[in-house]
């Protein structure tokens, strides 16, 4: 297995981009990507999304983002793991150079859910759940969050409180990346304020949906490592999933998926959690930002929280989280999270991640989560 | 790269399944896969799918299928790209495992499309072609290949019953596949006769939908080669498309995406379209049929209808295609079509294909077509 790079990024800023059709979005992105890289063209394109079938109408997106790109008989398809297909599309890439396949491949996430002219959000959003056995009985994602989240409060006695600082660092953050769809600071105060989605999540637990699309160009380390002066070393990339229906498992409170994608990475990367110096974890609402913590060794069991009531996930802190701002205040164009987190930790290992910087990193760690807890892909990056 | 191989093949007969959920036709497959296999588990599993979310309203299907055949925490995930998906599901098994990201990979295609409690499926085919520019003037798939054929019919000079032998060798073959759809022989009388559905494309002309899945299972060559008295190596694998919409093209009777997958293919393997024993390609359509045959070097341009009027495609002739009964009478469940095509070949190369079997083979390719031939993949197979 060859070892692979990644030598360009780009992103849009996430919002209501009425004024932007689905293949705008992933062009803009992608066309960034090649920008950054100084490539020209790339052999594959690997597009990650959810529901542009349904929502937009429209599947197939590999082609339909080759073609609009330019990039004619360029091999290309699209990756689909719910709100991991992101990151889905970025280890397809690493595999696809890494065995040789390809050289040079463009992975692309991409998710327009604001103008959808398909079905309602929340249903769409189901899909990624158990149709029998939790869509059907009326249990979207906020709610199986909101079960898990309350169980946590219970079984660790930790109150709604604890949870602010997730919000407030997210906001934080965010107020230093355009492409954010939030740049408003938040406090305590404002959290407990909030409106209640699902008790015990409130507006400010949850990541806001939202379009947007984020990509980077994967290359052979090798062939590339003289040339560029941002080539950033895939360390590690790893993938395990866990039972669809959270009622199949056994602890509902320990992401045993992460645990396991977490401790492939760290082996393959050869380091431990202790090496993580920057985390761009999968905050969809703030209780699967704790469980993550834990999951991946920051944190024991139940303790999540700690981390954050101590100053621990700023960017000045011992792991930093959510340093662009996180799902919770860059926000969560579903298919397309995955690449925003690879491309914020790609930022800060490159230096590019202005007014947040965690100063001097050298390894980053994404992670993101496809359903509840389900499906998670984990990368770790390395500056040479 | 390491080199690859097939170990286990697993397909369920195609028919309309209402007593059987998504998750069950595509675990018989996988399932069947794997014992034949005779492993146990594996390391990842990647499925083909086109339109589970809106027929099927269940998103997620790598995790789905991975959760109900038992393979917890396994790698997961699902490929789309039209009726390419079964294709690329397999194509990124092999790539998987060529990367040695992961030892033994499932590739699983699947659709369930008789009955969808989601939209109609005319409509739900459409969304693999471009929706601003084809999909909403009301194009579908039917009518675009009725276009090309027409045009097809004038540019060369061949009239309506040219095409009929496609249909009479598929519906022969089909004879002898129990897992095909149909079990009735045709003749030219009978295409002839056959409905009108888009002018000149007729009911014998055009291939059917329905539920299936088929699987296999892919490992390293080296680590199985002495162990298996079924192993089949993967001699190529390769991806190429086209613009989605197919005005954008200049010539619309030329696949150029199957010629440079072919060609791409053919210098993997280090083989020409000469040593070819057995080609599984995409008739979706009968003009599908003769455009892959002439894109892939069997034929000149223009004179695809020869090889089948010749008795060139039979069992017994120069090129067998639809040896188990092809897309127009094993049938079409499209997300599931590429791993079907796949698993005959290897019927074939095993010297399983009973009643069909083409003898002596011991090269055969699959070509997977996506779109109005905007994305192709193939595959070449061979015995050690």
Chains 1, 2 share one sequence.
Not at 15 to 42: I, T
Not at 205 to 233: C, M, N, Q, W, Y
């Amino acid at each position: 297995m060859r070892e692979v790079a990644v030598i360009g990024i780009g992103q849009t800023k996430i919002d209501e981009h009425w004024e932007k059709s689905l293949r705008e979005l992933a062009s803009d992105a992608a066309l960034a990507a090649l920008l950054d890289s100084r490539l020209q063209k790339v052999d594959a394109i690997y597009v990650g999304n959810m529901m542009s079938g349904s929502a937009n109408h429209q599947q197939h997106l590999g082609v339909y983002v080759a073609d609009w790109i330019g990039m004619r008989y360029a091999e290309a398809f699209r990756l689909e793991a719910a709100c991991s297909s992101g990151a889905a599309s970025f280890r397809t890439a690493v595999m696809a150079v890494a065995s040789g396949q390809v050289d040079t491949a463009l992975a692309v996430g991409v998710e327009k859910m604001t103008d959808s002219p398909g079905n309602e959000i929340t249903a769409e959003l189901a899909t990624a759940a158990d149709a029998d056995w939790e869509a059907d009985q009326g249990l979207s994602f906020v709610a199986l969050n909101a079960l898990i989240m309350r169980r946590y409060m219970h079984e660790y006695g930790w109150k709604k409180e604890d949870f602010a600082p997730f919000a407030v660092n997210a906001h934080a953050n965010a107020m230093h990346n355009p492409f954010a769809r939030f740049h408003e600071p938040t406090t305590i105060e404002d959290y407990l304020k909030a409106s209640m989605i699902a008790d015990p999540i409130n507006l400010m637990d949850a990541s806001a949906i939202g379009d947007g699309a984020a990509a980077a160009v994967v290359v052979p380390l090798e062939l590339f490592k003289s040339d560029s002066h941002k080539i950033v070393r895939v360390a590690a990339s790893s993938a395990a999933t866990d039972t669809i229906a959270i009622d199949h498992r056994k602890n509902p409170l320990w992401l045993k998926a992460a645990a396991e994608s977490g401790k492939k990475a760290y082996a393959q990367a050869g380091i431990s959690a202790a090496d993580v110096d920057v985390f761009e974890l999968h905050d969809a609402f703030s209780i699967m930002a704790v469980l993550s913590l834990e999951a991946n060794g920051f944190a024991e069991r139940g303790q999540g929280p700690r981390l954050a009531l101590d100053g621990e996930i700023l960017p000045t802190g011992r792991i930093p989280i959510a340093t662009r701002g996180g799902l919770k205040a860059r926000g969560h164009p579903v298919g397309a999270t995955g690449m925003y987190q690879i491309v914020e930790v790609i930022q800060q290992l490159r230096g590019e991640a202005y007014g947040s910087l965690v100063e001097g990193a050298r390894i980053g760690m994404s992670q993101n989560i496809g359903g509840s807890g389900s499906n998670i892909i984990t990368h770790i990056f390395q500056t040479p």
